[in-house]
């Protein structure tokens, strides 16, 4: 594979949930990585159940050579993975050597999710360690009758004036209603 594309440099596993794939996950992040690749998942942390299931796929993650794991977590994504699972996951990952960042939707004004990680003390003890914690904007799924040309992403002015994240100019963030102090 390297010979076919010399400048192949990192193996992003995505989904769905990557995990999902359990042991050939593992077995296909060896063979990236015995061919010099980096590889990264995205996750939702589900995996994270208990510190001990948490501790065991990272262990195994780890092992076969798995450099960077970003778990994706907000309002959305914790209606089916709680809060524990995901500091679980983080924990577990961070603690076995892999590069984590945990990546929070700003999905609502009200949404504290990103709070809530900041707060937890797991998490905070993590972070002081090198743990990563970032917000990231959020497009909310399309309403039944609405075209993606009327929709607005909350921040996305700021986000692009401070460059933390790509906007799609197509987006139109002049449609976006006030802030809410």
Sequence with gaps: MKDSFPSLRVVVFTG???????DDLV??????????LVTRIVSNGSWGKT????????????????RELNISTGKDHQEWVPHESVVNAAE?????GVLTLLTVEADTAESD????????????????RGLLLQS??????I???????????PGAAQHRASKSTTISPSHPTERCPPAVA
Aim: positive net charge; contains cysteine; glycine residues 8%.
């Design 113 to 128: 999710k990103l709070s809530a990680l900041a707060r937890d003390p797991t998490i905070k003890s993590l972070r002081d």
């Design 27 to 36: 077995a296909v992040i060896a063979e990236a990585t015995s061919l010099d």
């Design 143 to 153: 309403a039944k009758g609405r075209s993606a040309s009327t929709f607005c992403i």
């Design 51 to 66: 510190k001990a299931s948490a501790t065991r796929m990272a262990g195994k993650l780890a092992g076969a050579g798995l």
């Design 16 to 22: 769905g949930e990557a995990t999902l794939l359990k």
């Design 136 to 141: 990231n904007s959020w497009m909310s799924f």
């Design 92 to 96: 577990a990952a961070f603690n076995a």
